[in-house]
């Protein structure tokens, strides 16, 4: 498993906690792999998920430790995400 793949579960985790999140997300890190958060918190899995918001390490890195916008990141073409632009909608709130 992967350092960086560890470490950003960890900050899911600590950053959704005990709020839960209904519906479920996939952040798909290029050349890493895959996190899924749902109501169960975050996890490494390539499953199915509402939502999948996919970008390279770097740019996941600096939204997980709050450096970058998830909303600038889609806008600035850093950040692609396929599904449900409500549920996407929901987490950039849940991370702000």
């Given at each position: 498993?992967?350092?960086?793949?560890?470490?950003?579960?960890?900050?899911?985790?600590?950053?959704?906690?005990?709020?839960?999140?209904?519906?479920?997300?996939k952040f798909?890190?290029?050349?890493?792999?895959?996190?899924?958060?749902?109501?169960?918190?975050?996890?490494?899995?390539?499953?199915?998920?509402?939502?999948?918001?996919?970008?390279?390490?770097?740019t996941?890195?600096?939204?997980?430790?709050?450096?970058?916008?998830?909303?600038?990141?889609?806008?600035?073409?850093?950040?692609?995400?396929?599904?449900?632009?409500?549920?996407?909608?929901?987490?950039a709130?849940?991370?702000?």
């Open positions: 498993m992967s350092d960086i793949l560890e470490q950003a579960v960890a900050e899911l985790n600590e950053k959704i906690g005990g709020a839960g999140f209904a519906s479920s997300a798909d890190i290029a050349e890493v792999g895959s996190i899924v958060l749902d109501a169960s918190g975050a996890r490494i899995s390539d499953d199915d998920a509402d939502v999948t918001l996919s970008a390279d390490v770097d996941f890195q600096q939204i997980f430790s709050g450096d970058l916008n998830p909303t600038s990141a889609f806008m600035s073409g850093k950040l692609t995400i396929d599904g449900d632009m409500g549920v996407a909608m929901q987490l709130s849940a991370l702000a």
